[in-house]
């Protein structure tokens, strides 16, 4: 079964701070799909970021971005500028390739606070 | 564009009871689950549907029973209602698999006494 680790419960920086936070993951499989999810006070789940395993190349969207280390299972995510509206629960999940049919599976998640 | 929509956003339940709660999607999409979340635990698997007629358990499914009659709906069922299924659901959909992007509704808030 697939495992994932999120070690920072909460994390607090200043607005137009770069911040990273840490997502680490266990799978004996070769090919699978990362992903952060942010959830604001609304409540609502948003895709933030996505990753294919079999790509070397690190996603990128806007100020976000990640660092996808194959070989040590880690996944952490980068936020660029920090902005006020990114206060949220951050998520990293993850499914296997097959069709992701069996769903994802989440870490704990992060609460990620920017202070004016 | 309506997206995912869950209803009701709020319910509170005695021991025992049973409901339904509802989800619809407008994007025709193919695949559709649901996960519960609770404090400190990040969100699990409960059912999930590959399309219309199809279900499978996920991680956490006992207690709850799921149907998919149409490629619309995927309406999730308490059979009796206990306090340790007190918890915000919700429901997912994507065009493929978990895979591709997916899409959530805004979640229902269920508290049972």
């Known amino acids: 079964a697939q495992t994932v680790t999120q070690s920072q419960p909460e994390m607090s920086v200043q607005e137009a701070e770069t911040v990273t936070l840490s997502c680490t993951y266990d799978?004996?499989?070769?090919?699978?799909?990362l992903f952060w999810y942010k959830q604001p006070p609304s409540r609502q789940m948003i895709l933030v970021i996505r990753?294919?395993?079999?790509?070397?190349q690190n996603a990128t969207e806007n100020r976000f971005s990640v660092n996808f280390q194959k070989a040590a299972k880690s996944f952490s995510l980068k936020i660029s500028d920090s902005q006020l509206g990114d206060t949220a629960m951050y998520f990293c999940?993850?499914?296997?390739?097959?069709?992701?049919?069996?769903?994802?599976?989440f870490g704990k998640g992060t609460h990620l606070i920017i202070q004016p | 564009n309506a997206g995912v929509t869950q209803t009701p956003k709020f319910q509170v339940l005695k021991t025992g009871q049973s409901m339904t709660l509802q989800c619809a999607q407008d994007m025709n999409h193919e695949y559709m689950s649901w996960y519960r979340q609770d404090p400190g635990m990040g969100l699990r698997l409960i059912h999930y549907s590959v399309g219309a007629g199809i279900t499978d358990q996920g991680e956490v499914p006992n207690g709850y029973n799921v149907s998919r009659s149409t490629t619309e709906d995927f309406p999730l069922r308490l059979l009796s209602a206990a306090p340790s299924q007190t918890s915000v659901y919700f429901c997912?959909?994507?065009?493929?698999?978990?895979?591709?992007?997916?899409?959530f509704g805004q979640g229902t808030r269920l508290t049972v006494v």
């Open positions: 997912a959909s994507s065009y493929g698999g978990m895979n591709t992007e997916a899409f």
């Open positions: 999940a993850f499914t296997h390739s097959g069709g992701g049919a069996d769903g994802l599976t």
């Open positions: 799978t004996s499989e070769s090919n699978y799909y």
């Open positions: 990753q294919e395993a079999y790509k070397q």
